[in-house]
């Protein structure tokens, strides 16, 4: 049994490969050594673009950290859920230390893609390190007209020509965001006014035109979101979701409560597809920044009645409220995720905060403005989350902005989740008294 040194204990971690396998020795442990710590109500975390057990096990130590001292007389478990996924190694996260190299490394000459963020590349994508060569030297030599980008979007969409199938989208629309279709000089312009729209100061003139291949890397970044995304979803239903129904058959009386960060949201979502006829364990769900769609559990599309998001009416599955915690401070899904999912096909130009309100809602996210088109959804800004009881099922929005606020481009507050008031609404979500 792993410790991860906050006084939150017993905890466990379950490490799933890009299938959905289970560590075997993890997955027994937990099943064997439950029951025997007492343990009542389990805490199971999944975390979202972390490319390494590390960074996945300190946002653990550091949400957990508060937990034992909420709810001092609670019989508490926890579980760190470990799966494949990355993060472009730029992307600030708050709170998280940072050495003296990295700081440095910011204000000198560098490659469009340092050596972390194409290990992680090379992780991600197997088998493509001449595609990745050739995108890195493509984004430092940014060659002149339009058959650069062009070449560059081609290369891209390389990347994701495997493993297409087999997993879900979030609705039943089908198609894929922009990396996969749409002109990627179009795409690319498009990316780059958005980046200097958020990289603007309030009354800062522009007079020059961004750069179009200072959007071709958000445009590599987003097809790494896309395999992430499309990974997340598999490990949650064929991963997690059966063994949530083993855990219930060896510990029946243990209650489980579901955490997921960002498309660790989209994991522990799709792990109630996967979770087995009659099983009631999981009593909660808490979604925080959660990167899919906000329509995932509506039965009907608001602009196609005839359609519906991919978990419709799996809410039910969980025996206890839904939770959705977001914050208009999360410009990863505020702006960057509709563009993405909306750009092919689209020939509007529109960059930063207008981004959600030119495309209209079709196209959000859960951690941007909570779950939609789902009836009898109750909405709660965060003091009012913590100050009363909580709905005792259904889906639940919680304006989670108050505290979820900062953060640099182009993630904004996306990351900026460890508050002792998320985990406060955990608990309320549980009913961990």
Known sequence: MADPGTGAAPYWELTFDADGDADGPERDRLLAQVTDHGVRDLIVFSHGWNNDRSGATALYRRFFAPVPRLAPKA???????IWPSMRFSDEPIPDFPRSAAAVEAQTAPRPALDKDTRRALLEAFPGR??????????LDERPGGTEGL???GRLVRLLLDDGRQ???????EGGEPAVSGADPVTVCEQFAEALAALDASGDAPRFTLPNPWDGAKELLRQATYLQMK???GTVGERGLGPLLGRLAGAAPGVRVHLVGHSFGGRLVAFALRGLPAGVDAVKSVTLLQ????HYAFA????????????LQGLHRRVDGPLVCCYSHFDTALGTFYPLASRLAGDDRTCAGNEIAAVLGPRWGAMGHDGTQAVPGTVRLDLAAALGGRLPASGCVNVDAAAVVRRGGAPSGAHSDIVHPELARVVLAAGRIA
Do not use: I, N, Q
Not at 166 to 172: E, L, Q, R
Not at 299 to 310: I, N
């Open 75 to 81: 019989r508490l478990g926890y579980v760190g859920v």
């Open 129 to 138: 390190t001449t595609v990745l060569d050739r995108l890195a030297r493509m």
């Open 150 to 152: 062009t070449e560059f």
């Open 166 to 172: 087999g997993v879900a989208a979030d609705t039943d």
């Open 230 to 232: 499309r990974r997340a």
């Open 290 to 293: 959660g990167a899919f769609s």
């Open 299 to 310: 039965a009907r599309l608001p602009h196609a009645p005839d359609r519906s998001g991919a």
